[in-house]
T-cell receptor, first 113, second 115 residues
């Protein structure tokens, strides 16, 4: 199935560092979503973005909906060990009430204490 | 409040047997999605239900896979004549009604192992 290009695929960082990851698509979306998945769990929604250019924060997390509607980034500031996990972006296009959602390939984050 | 629940949490089955996986969405969520996630991989879309509309089955990998949904509640994903490549975590998600937000909420998944 179709997937978004998400980068980086994985990253190792020191505790306290900031992290940035992004997602790009060849097609536009009208919603961008960012999820975190812990081992053995389902993905948990972190941030939802609904408007091109929108910048939204949730604690140490900040995400932006790109102006072109084809990209989004997620920043995590002052990382802590519990930030470890896999982060997925997802783009959604609502067409006539049909909510087709496409997921990115994931960014695996490891935090070194 | 109650989130999306799935059962069983783990299922081990022999190759060739049929399995049924169940999903209970969040009450009031008219949209329901099934995904497959192989070990270390991303989410692979399988099927999407929206209210009483015809489901989008475009992601089902073969005719051994089928899914049903009872109204706007429970859904079951059935895999017939299971193969070893069907081993994966099967995730269910639901989202809010049409015209509202498009945020999907996931269940914990069913880990399927085909031996």
């Amino acid at each position: 199935g179709q997937q978004l290009n998400q980068s980086p695929q994985s990253m190792f960082i020191q505790e306290g560092e900031d992290v940035s990851m992004n997602c790009t698509s060849s097609s536009i979306f009208n919603t961008w979503l960012w999820y975190k998945q812990d081992p053995g769990e389902g993905p948990v929604l972190l941030i939802a973005l609904y408007k091109a250019g929108e910048l939204t924060s949730n604690g140490r997390l900040t995400a932006q909906f790109g102006i072109t509607r084809k990209d989004s980034f997620l920043n995590i500031s002052a990382s802590i060990p519990s930030d470890v996990g896999i982060y997925f972006c997802a783009g959604s296009l609502n067409s006539g009430g049909y909510q087709k959602v496409t997921f990115g390939t994931g960014t695996k984050l490891q935090v070194i204490p | 409040g109650a989130g999306v629940s799935q059962s069983p949490s783990n299922k081990v089955t022999e190759k060739g047997k049929d399995v049924e996986l169940r999903c209970d969405p969040i009450s009031g969520h008219t949209a329901l999605y099934w995904y497959r996630q192989r070990l270390g991989q991303g989410l692979e879309f399988l099927i999407y239900f929206q209210g009483n509309s015809a489901p989008d089955k475009s992601g089902l990998p073969s005719d051994r896979f089928s899914a049903e949904r009872t109204g706007e509640s429970v859904s079951t994903l059935t895999i017939q004549r299971t193969q070893q490549e069907d081993s994966a975590v099967y995730l269910c998600a639901s989202s809010a009604p049409r015209g509202s937000t498009y945020e999907q909420y996931f269940g914990p998944g069913t880990r399927l192992t085909v031996t």
